[in-house]
């Protein structure tokens, strides 16, 4: 669907609103988790009702843990919902476009710089212990 027009080309409070309104139903969310990995998302539901929206908010978190979008780039469903968080769900959307690159078979478009699965070389002395540190490691 189209975006609204604060959104494009906008900034500032009035964009983040448009963008609350534009997802907060979390339906577009959901679509966009199976747009990366299809049925990341079982059932999306399309309902004004505010559970079901929370819920698929909810859903669509979980398809972020499953594709590897780290848990401090998660934000919570009322963030989004009560439209009190915009810039976490800003955030968690920038790193689900870096996780993506790394998904099999999503061929894009692509959101920010690509991350690194592994940083370090499987055949090195202590490889094990040395890729379960660098996996708690933030590079920026």
């Given at each position: 669907s189209?975006?609204?027009?604060a959104?494009?080309?906008g ?6 609103s448009a963008?609350?309104?534009w997802?907060k139903s ?5 679509e966009l988790?199976n747009?990366i ?5 079982k ?5 004004k ?13 979980n398809a972020c ?7 401090f780039?998660a934000f919570?469903?009322v963030?989004l919902w009560?439209?009190?968080g915009?810039?976490a769900?800003v955030?968690?959307?920038h790193?689900?476009?870096?996780v993506a690159q790394n998904v099999?078979g ?8 690509k991350?690194r699965?592994?940083l370090?070389d499987s ?15 933030l590079?920026s």
């Amino acid at each position: 669907s189209e975006l609204p027009e604060a959104m494009v080309g906008g900034s500032g409070d009035a964009a983040l609103s448009a963008l609350h309104e534009w997802l907060k139903s979390g339906e577009r969310l959901c679509e966009l988790a199976n747009t990366i990995r299809p049925e990341s998302v079982k059932k999306i539901a399309r309902s004004k009702k505010p559970f079901q929206q929370m819920e698929n908010i909810a859903a669509y978190l979980n398809a972020c843990s499953a594709l590897g979008v780290p848990a401090f780039d998660a934000f919570m469903t009322v963030d989004l919902w009560e439209g009190s968080g915009m810039r976490a769900v800003v955030r968690n959307l920038h790193s689900l476009g870096r996780v993506a690159q790394n998904v099999e078979g999503f061929e894009g478009p692509h959101l920010g710089a690509k991350v690194r699965l592994s940083l370090v070389d499987s055949s090195a002395p202590f490889a094990e212990e040395l890729q379960h540190i660098s996996s708690h490691l933030l590079i920026s």
